[in-house]
């Protein structure tokens, strides 16, 4: 059966392939497809684990191979014989408190499945302590998660689609939903929305400081090569109110946005994703087979390009976004562009972070991944801490010595 895991591991400026960290043919051979989770605290001197957790709850605290590189504190791995544990998000409060979201074709956190699909959240502490977890089912319908963000009180937003009657009655063939708890793991309310005849599909959200969450996903009819595909904006606030609704689309284009964030200081909304078109002229193409983009929203919502990124017969795609104290703009993702002076298009798929200036000019690119070879390396998820440092997490079939890993994907 094949098998699915989510690695998360956080590093500043270091690649560095879960190949090479953990053993994974010694692990259990229950055969279930679990969700891991590594601890965000990196030691060389990791302290024991603690093993008083539920049977559902098994721990990976052996088989570290390379003693030169830093590992994590700990490591969790959550599910349950025959479960399939897919969609898993993560979102860390001011606290220091994780949370995770994922959904789940078996009861994990209940005894047995309530619906098709369930959700599937929990919180932990630092120490992995668990503080409390939640399943939430409906009867005959099924859920997916796409993001899990806190706010500032600790109240907890889970968003993700349904194809199913969840927080009303189904509008489109797939509806957004959002579920709000609070610290405690209660449920406050829940949400959803839909387009007739169509498919709204959520990729990231992020809860601002007065608890407003701004979502970004897709809206499309069919999933047909060649179809345009829409992106939008959605705002709800902390009662459960839908604010405002902002399409972004292009005449004969497709615009995918990936990431979204907020600055605290003016409210301004950053954007990013990928586009096949021009967001300057509004027009199909843009430079390369696809670019990265950033737009502006002011308060009122109203648009402005601040950066596009491409490069002639080339991909470029964004996954992700942070800000700075400085204001300054961060994306990361994936490219077989190369944008040095008289660079040309690669074989591989290398990573790259880029920063931007508060006003839109690009300041420097980083590469992650070698650019011949046929490989494929992703940044997938951004945080930028108090320092500044910058922590990101992605994926890759390459080695950090640039050898090809004969397993697969790995998760950095």
Known sequence: MARVYLFIFIFIQACSPIGELLNLNESNSKSFDPLWIAGLIQSNNPTPLDDSNTSKEDIVNKNVLNANVDIPEWTLLVGAPNANITDSALTIDRDGFIYIAGSTN???YSENLIGTRDIILAKYNSRKQTIWTKQVGVRGVSLNVADVEVDQRGNVYVIGKTSGNFAGRLTGRQDLFVIKFNTNGNEIWRRQKGSRNQNLIPEKAFVDQSGISYIVGILYREQIIGESVTGFLFKIDSQGNWRRDLSISI?????????????????????????????QTNRVPSTG?????????DRSGRRQLFAQLGQVLSRTESNSIALDS????????????????EGEVGESNRGILVKYNSLG???????LGPIDGNRTTAINALSIDSEGNIFTTGQSNHMVDGRQNGIGMDYF
């Open 289 to 297: 087979n696809s670019d990265l983009f950033i737009l502006k929203y």
């Open 361 to 367: 000019v690009r300041q420097w690119i980083q590469y």
């Open 106 to 108: 078996a009861g994990i």
């Open 326 to 341: 400085f204001g300054n703009v961060f994306v990361g993702g994936m490219s077989n562009a190369n944008f040095e002076p």
């Open 251 to 279: 005449p004969e284009g497709s615009v995918y946005p990936q990431g979204v964030v907020v600055a605290n200081n003016t409210g301004d909304i950053f954007v990013t994703g990928t586009t096949n078109a021009n967001l």
